[in-house]
């Protein structure tokens, strides 16, 4: 607990006490605990006069401790440019003047930053986009290993970004105490990207006017032309052949690899995205008096019209062996087990003839393949078999059909010859 403020539940919102002269400064934490006993609100009252940590906030942890240590460093460096600590209105004012400079260190504000960003997304019940945040975190952190250096806000120009721009493309030297992998593709990076604007946008609040100026260098600085890292690899699908051999590749039933190729196969026969899969649930699942099955739904991402698939005998004995609950692991662990587990198959360890790295260097299939692929070869195979573009749809939960040819892939050697059309 902290040295100079006191955490304490006020009128069931927890907040920060400074007192100073018989005055006290109430700094609002918005943490409002639901649904807990008189007894656990009593707990938490008694944990916080022993000035201990209740267990209950075991979650709010991290952002309590990000914003006790922020009004800690105001008050300490108060004391010492002034030689006194501050009085509740000096407090209150050097926290509505904010106390981020263009000195300050890139990462300790970013970490403020990330702590808020972390309870918004609490609070809205999702777990995904804050992932990118981490990610980038812990990027800035390798960058400033590599470099020796500490990046201050200040820093962030031009130069910094084309420096950091390499770094994200590079990949990390194993066994050197880094945090990310690096040798990240068009795509990733844009999401670091993406990050880094919104942290100056949060910044533009507290008096760092940066933000247009680093938007302009990332959007019109032609070195940021993510497309030309990025390769054209977002037609790659998977035959029906291919998918029978991953389906029945002899795996141990205890290996996490069995849990990804028992998702992915699922993904393979209804081309349901990620989020779909992972929230799939009984009542998706309908059985008609003829005892056929089908997958009938509204997706995630859309929630519009539902979408409608049938169901294979083998994709029905998967989902039920696993309680029609198909959220065995996260997307970044399914797709890292899902290339190991292809590594491991013989035929996707082969190179690609198609598609090529920006060194011309032939891409081994299992490289293409992500969760993702999953949805295309499923849209690919359902077209190569005859079904037409609007009975896909039906099942893909696509409304145009321009969008749908983003993902098909057609075969071309198994495909209908139009000269069997027109002789």
Not at 38 to 50: F, H, R, V, Y
Not at 120 to 129: A, C, I, L, Q
Not at 203 to 223: F, P, T, V
Not at 383 to 398: N, P, R, W
Request: glycine residues 4%; proline residues 3%; hydrophobic residues 30%.
């Amino acid at each position: 607990m902290s040295n100079f403020t006191r955490l304490t539940l006020y009128r069931n919102s927890f907040v920060l006490y400074y007192t100073k002269n018989q005055e006290s400064y109430r700094y609002n934490l918005n943490i409002r605990l639901k649904n807990l006993s008189k007894e656990d609100l009593a707990s938490i009252e008694t944990q916080l006069k022993k000035r201990k940590f209740p267990r209950q906030l075991d979650e709010y942890h991290n952002f309590i401790e990000s914003e006790t240590t922020r009004l800690e460093k105001i008050i300490t460096e108060h004391k010492v440019e002034f030689g006194k600590y501050p009085s509740v209105k000096e407090l209150r004012d050097s926290l509505e003047d904010g106390d981020v400079s263009l000195n300050s260190e890139f990462i300790s504000i970013f970490k403020i930053y990330l702590s808020e960003r972390e309870q918004d997304f609490k609070n809205r019940k999702s777990n995904t986009s804050i992932k990118d945040y981490v990610s980038f975190q812990n990027g800035i952190l390798d960058y400033q290993q590599e470099k020796k250096t500490t990046l201050k806000i200040k820093e962030v120009n031009l130069n910094f970004l084309r420096s950091y721009f390499q770094f994200l493309l590079e990949p990390r030297p194993e066994g050197m105490g880094f945090r990310t992998k690096g040798g990240l593709n068009g795509r990733t990076i844009k999401k670091r990207f993406d990050v880094l604007k919104n942290f100056f946008k949060w910044l533009s609040n507290r008096g760092i006017d940066k933000y247009e100026e680093i938007s302009d260098l990332i959007n019109k600085n032609n070195i940021f032309d993510l497309k030309r890292i990025t390769p054209d690899v977002r037609k790659y699908t998977l035959s029906n052949e291919q998918i029978k051999t991953i389906s029945e590749f002899p795996l141990r039933k205890d290996s996490p690899l069995e849990k990804v190729r028992e998702m992915f196969v699922v993904n393979c026969y209804t081309g349901m995205r990620f989020s779909d899969l992972i929230t799939l649930n009984r009542s998706h699942i309908r059985k008609t008096d003829s005892g056929r099955y089908f997958l009938v739904r509204k997706a995630v991402k859309t929630a519009t019209k539902e979408y409608k698939v049938e169901l294979s005998p083998k994709t029905v004995d998967i989902i039920s062996k696993h309680g029609y609950d198909m959220n065995l692991m996260s997307n970044q662990k399914a797709n890292y087990y899902l290339k190991e587990l292809l590594q491991s198959i013989p035929g996707f360890e082969e190179e690609s003839t198609q598609y090529f790295h920006e060194n011309k260097k032939p891409y081994k299939a299992f490289e293409l393949v992500t969760f993702h692929t999953a949805r295309r070869s499923f849209i690919t195979n359902l077209l190569d078999a005859g079904f037409s573009i609007v009975q896909v749809m039906k099942m893909t939960d696509h409304t145009k059909a321009t969008t749908l040819d983003k993902y098909v892939n057609p075969n071309e050697e198994d495909g209908k010859s139009i000269l069997a059309t027109f002789v």
